[in-house]
């Protein structure tokens, strides 16, 4: 995809010196934490300038690292930004360089990001998540009207996709270079699909009643969403065009906030059958709904499943709005914990790393959470009111 | 609701109305399939007038006419009634908008009244305007769960409608789940404003 190919980086292997200082004790076991998580792995950062350095660590919060000082560090960063991006890790346990790169092309910015997925994707082993785009809405005000906008994830590089001037909602990625989202351009709730390449744009779900909620399933194939044709808010899949169109529930309450699996054959939801919100999960291909409990949390709602497949983080609403997460699987299935205050949470990439929206000053803004660590950092100010964010993966 | 439930519950209520078990309170809500004129229990107080029949099993709710996918539109379906686009008048009704409690579609007994003036008001239009009735919520609920909450409150007032006589493809829903405030404050004064149905003529 273009998009993410905005970052043509010529990567040029340096013949760099190797270096090695008499390491200290170092911790190089690799903890792991209540739900599975390996612990951040203490880095050292040095030779950049200002921005680089901020954008680094920045986007090495998100992907499993802390920062030290060099003697206590288990990886060294060091590098340079004269005119390119360069940089090497040495591993302070081997004495190894195990990466050593430079970046031409594009912008600084963006040089920083491919290295700092390639250091994540050498050290953890799980993608990187720093060229990855997101989607959102963002409105003028809290409320009403608001257009669909993509942006890298850290909230740069803001690109608007909608001009509709009307509300528009819940964007979600089928594929790298195609959107769904809610728009009322036709009076009333439809679903469009709008193809970034081309700017072409077509109504999927344009029935009778309101059209809600699309979700695409990971291989951007098929969309699950909200219709009430049938005379409730109930859950529906149909193929990303609209074809083939499923009707999945049929509760008389209705259900809301679909999400994927990651293999695409289960789908979660939020469903009111039981008097009030609770999560759900459904086949793909229809079958029981069953309940995925969240012990402890009251009115689950706008589920998201880890593209590992083991969590679901979802929104709490018990007087405000927290960001939990609850293990699907395994000894720990049902036990929620709460992470931060927020809403609207959606994974990223790496299953690690949570983008979700929160409250400042009164304005929406997005944010970024390290699940493991609970850290969290703003995303870049996207003007007005920013939330609903649907991360490319 | 499908169609298959509907004779169900349509039993249920006959059977409850022969046992002499009733509560006008629920009279009101949509939520209760209602009792025929014929067979209600004796109300005490408050007198309720009686509900009209239950609609028929069939047709479905929403009548679904084909689909067909148009080239530069997509998936749009033939034969509904089109409301974009068309004059609206806003005014007519706005006395009686509607209100809902905290986190519930259901049409409370209060509120009856006014939807049954706007039943008899709009049957009495020419078959050519059609009816718009919208969800609003407050601002305590997520995004998406507050659009489908909307819809859910627009679609308990279309089943009220239709249940007074209205044609079920002259009553169409939508939600604004809680993008529509129409009152700003953070309290109960504020949010018991916001969680409301309003009623709009499509000329």
Partial sequence: MKLLRLVACTLLILSLARFAPAAEELDISHEISVDGWPKPIPVSIAGFGPEVDATLKFDLTFMGFTFVAADKARYQISGSDQGRVEGRVLDMVTKKVTLAKAFTGSTTRSQTHALADDIAHTLTGRPGIAQSKIACKVQPTGYGPGEIFIADYDGHNVQPVTSDGVICSSPTWAGPSMLLYNSYKFEKADIFSHNLTTGARKAIARFPGSNMSPSASPDGKRVAMILSKGGSPNLYVADVDGANLKQLTTTREGESSPCWSPDGKMICFVSRQSGKAALYTVPADGGEMRRLPTAGISNPTEPDWSPDGKFVVFTANMGGFSICYVPVAGPNRGQATVLAAGEDGVWAPNSRAVIFSRTKNNQHVLSLLDVPTKQVKDCARISGHASQASWAR | MKNSTLPALLLTGLVLSLAGIGCTKKMDRTQ???????????????????????????????????????????????????????????????????????????????EGSKVEAVATAFKAMDHAKDLLVEGHCDERGTEEYNRALGERRALAMREYLIRLGVPSDRVHTKTFGKDQPVNLGQSEAAWSKNRRGEFILIK
Avoid: M
């Fill in chain 2, 32 to 110: 209760v399939i209602p009792y025929t004129a014929a067979n209600a229990p004796q109300i005490k107080d408050p007198p309720t007038p009686p509900l009209p029949p239950p609609i028929p099993p069939t047709p479905p709710l929403f009548p679904e006419p084909p689909v067909i996918i148009i080239p530069d539109q997509g998936v749009v379906q033939t034969g509904a009634r089109v409301i974009e686009g068309r004059p609206q008048d806003r005014t007519l009704w706005a006395d009686k908008t509607i209100h809902f409690a905290y986190d519930s579609h259901l049409v409370k007994a209060g």
